[in-house]
């Protein structure tokens, strides 16, 4: 159980330290940049984090629901089916909103409109900050459930 405890804690926990620092500290840094290194780097990001994050999600995920079959019988089950439920909702409307725009940012080229592409990416970062504050409850719900 030690061992499951400790893998959900570094996948979930990376995984959140990569999306706030993404949002906290590489989303203010580019916007200091000229619009077509905006434009160029964002690209880079959206196609490196598009591809890994998915997977990233899927097994926290099912890090989360191994825990709670494991803790189905303890008192404080119900934290780690509301940290489920709040990761699947993430997840679900990820993929609704965030990952169209994402592809268009992954597919950026030298001729879309910068104005566009930065006006796509101040979007998706909005999103992007309540996703980060949303995956963190979660993180906290899975602590205080297996903590008790």
């Given at each position: ?51 890994v994050m998915p997977f990233w999600y899927a097994l926290g995920l099912l890090l989360l ?84």
């Amino acid at each position: 159980m030690l061992a499951l405890h400790i893998a959900t804690i570094v996948c979930i926990g990376l995984m959140i330290g990569v999306e706030l620092a993404v949002s906290a500290f590489i989303n203010p840094l580019l916007w200091r940049l000229g619009h077509s290194a905006q434009v160029e780097i964002i690209g880079m990001f959206a196609a490196r984090l598009g591809f890994v994050m998915p997977f990233w999600y899927a097994l926290g995920l099912l890090l989360l629901l191994a825990e709670t079959f494991v803790l189905r019988h303890q008192p404080h089950v119900i934290l780690l089916w509301a940290s489920i439920g709040i990761w699947a909702l993430v997840i679900v409307l990820t993929l609704l909103f965030l990952v169209p725009i994402n592809n268009r940012l992954a597919r950026l080229d030298r001729v879309t409109p910068a104005e566009k592409a930065l006006g796509d990416h101040h979007r998706w970062d909005a999103l992007h900050r309540v996703r980060v504050l949303a995956l963190a409850a979660a993180m906290v719900l899975f602590l205080a459930a297996i903590l008790n």
